[in-house]
């Protein structure tokens, strides 16, 4: 059984930070909250990132450095986390950061144990080239794919492309009805919820 707290971010301009955990391990979905010990529901295994815009990774630096968990996402996204173009860091912040440390690129469908759950990742590009989503226990964790109220995420950043967003969307509500979905920004809602404002 996987536990989920979503984490009270400092930032006014920042993602959902989720914490989830299984059996002893964790990881941290979209850092954009500093690290704290008490944060962490056991040994943090990773920290997954659902894409690379800065609001998702604002606080990934400070869980870098006083953790040993990797840091993952997508093949399609790992350049731009150095790429403040892409980042968006530029664009909105008008800085050239980003994160410049390893990350581990995990390829569609890969799986990661946490605990007694798994976690596998489902490409879903169109926000971003390297969207992705982590499916795990029911829970789909979407970054900024999809939102509550049948909202999706915005496709004209660098790298977004509608066509490919209207393809994950179509993939996204194949999932179980009963999947909960907890967007980057906004509340959670469920497939079902969803597809009643198709
Ligand atoms: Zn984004």
Redesign the pocket.
């Known amino acids: 059984m996987l536990n989920i707290t979503l984490l009270d971010s400092p930032h006014s301009f920042a993602?959902n930070c989720y914490m989830i955990s299984s059996g002893g391990e964790c990881a941290i979905i979209d850092p954009t909250v500093p690290y704290s010990p008490e944060l962490c529901q056991g040994r943090l295994k990773y920290i997954l990132l659902t894409?690379a815009?800065f609001?998702?990774i604002l606080d990934i630096d400070s869980w870098v450095a006083n953790t040993d968990a990797k840091v993952i996402c997508s093949i399609d996204e790992k350049d731009a986390l150095s790429d403040p173009m892409r980042n968006?860091y530029k664009l909105f912040n008008g800085s050239d950061n980003g994160f410049y440390g390893d990350a581990f690129a995990i390829e569609n469908g890969g799986v990661l144990p946490l605990g007694d759950d798994r976690i596998s990742l489902m490409y879903c590009p169109g926000?971003?080239i390297g969207s992705v989503t982590y499916l795990c226990d029911g829970n789909a964790f979407v970054?900024?794919t999809i939102f509550e109220n049948g909202g999706y995420?915005?496709f004209d950043?660098p790298t977004g492309n509608f066509v490919m967003m209207r393809e994950s969307i179509k993939r996204l509500i194949n999932l179980p009805d009963e999947t909960r979905v907890y967007s980057?920004h906004g509340n959670s809602t469920t497939i079902r919820e969803y597809k009643l404002y198709l």
């Open positions: 993602a894409h815009h609001d998702h968006c926000h971003t970054g900024d995420g915005r950043l980057g």
